[in-house]
């Protein structure tokens, strides 16, 4: 058998990660994903990314070229050199544990399409050990970016499409797109224009948070605004092309980049220090949350009901969530009007989850 080259490897690799995502097409969104446990885009994106880093430090250090010939030391090792990154204030908490899951993803994937046994890592070792080192803290809502208005993210949107940068206009269109829909930055790069429903004035985010489908109610006007954005454009072109000056396309992951560091240098020029673009996002579930506490309650409720009507999972996410407040307040207890708006948020969101809403709305959960 020939020895593989680094490249090889890295092919390897990457090839695993595109098959363990393998859809059927999107007409069957229910029949899409046939794994138990799915990834969204960004997710998937990263832990490749993160695999990729894996493939050049076992080469580096041990001259291993094939997936085949890794073992629980190689792994252990990369993952301790994470862990030492960490330490020294060159990763954060939450990046560190991501390498972890992201080995045992690789792994996984390793395992059901060579049909071997391979071991590169002992995940809940990894996560004891990332614990012992106080890798996996929730970090500062700083770090999460900044909880700006709508009015401030508005601000950025302008402040973006006059920047010196060659792609300014598309930048800023990225923005206000985050500022309207609540997508992250990641998935405004993999937006489609077949993705734009344009009858029913919404915008579908495939496999978006928790590897689930996210639809997102737009205004008639910010609509008026998309159509005329992807005019003439095909219906699997991307909305938004981040390109080089000769015309070619950046990478997604080198254009989110260079969107989140041009973000950053015109927030701080405003004094938004601490702001980035996940906080056009943050805007979104403000300006959603907001409208929702203006709207009438049984609204509200109807609203509720409806979205549980077409999600079995979300409406056993629902009974649960109900459970738990009247077990602590009594039975027959109903949500307050802030709580109502919360859960909605949350589903506006994709994640649905409550426990994370205090880094998009602050205050209780």
């Known amino acids: 058998m020939a020895k593989k080259t680094l490249e090889q490897f890295r092919d390897d690799i990457a090839i695993a990660f595109k098959r363990g995502k393998a859809k059927v097409p ?6 899409r994903f046939k794994r138990t446990h799915t990834h969204s885009h960004a997710t998937t994106h990263n832990y490749a990314r993160i695999a990729d880093a894996f493939a050049r430090f076992v080469y580096e250090q041990h001259g291993v070229t094939d997936l085949r010939f ?3 030391a190689h792994g252990r090792e990369f993952i301790e050199h994470c862990f030492t990154r960490f330490q020294e204030g060159e990763l954060a908490a939450g990046t560190a544990k991501t390498y972890v899951h992201a080995l045992s993803k690789l792994q996984n994937l390793a395992r059901e399409q060579m049909r071997t046994r391979i071991r590169m890592i002992n995940k809940d070792e990894m996560l004891a050990r990332a614990k012992e080192i106080d890798a996996v803290r929730r970090l500062a809502d700083a770090h999460k970016g900044l909880i700006i208005t709508r009015e401030q993210a508005q601000g950025m949107v302008e402040l973006l499409a006059q920047s010196r940068s060659p792609n300014a206009t598309v930048f800023s269109e990225m923005a206000r797109f985050g500022m309207e829909t609540g997508a992250s930055i990641t998935a405004a790069l993999l937006i489609q224009v077949q993705d734009i429903d344009f009858k029913q004035n919404c915008v579908i985010f495939w496999n978006d948070k928790g590897g689930k489908d996210r639809v997102v109610q737009v205004d008639l006007a910010y609509m008026r605004h998309l159509a005329h954005l992807v005019e003439g454009r095909a219906p699997g072109r991307a909305v ?6 000769n015309g070619s396309l950046h990478r997604v992951e080198t254009a989110r980049k260079m969107a989140e560091n041009l973000y950053r240098g015109q927030a701080e020029k405003i004094g938004l220090r601490g702001a ?3 906080s056009q996002r943050k805007a979104f579930a403000n300006s959603r949350y907001n409208q929702y506490k203006e709207t009438n309650y049984k ?4 609203d509720l009901s409806r979205r549980l009507s077409q999600s079995a999972q979300l409406a056993q996410k629902m009974a649960r969530l109900e459970s738990r407040a009247g077990a602590r307040h009594g039975a027959g ?13 949350s589903m506006d969101l994709g994640h649905e989850r409550l426990d994370v809403l205090r880094f998009y709305l602050g205050g209780a959960e």
Do not use: M, P, Y
């Open 26 to 31: 999107r007409k069957s969104a229910t029949e």
């Open 70 to 72: 890794v073992s629980s």
């Open 240 to 245: 938004f092309e981040i390109r080089r000056q």
């Open 276 to 278: 980035n673009f996940h």
């Open 299 to 302: 609204v509200l409720e109807r």
């Open 333 to 345: 207890r109903h949500f307050s009007h802030d709580q109502l708006a919360r859960i909605l948020v």
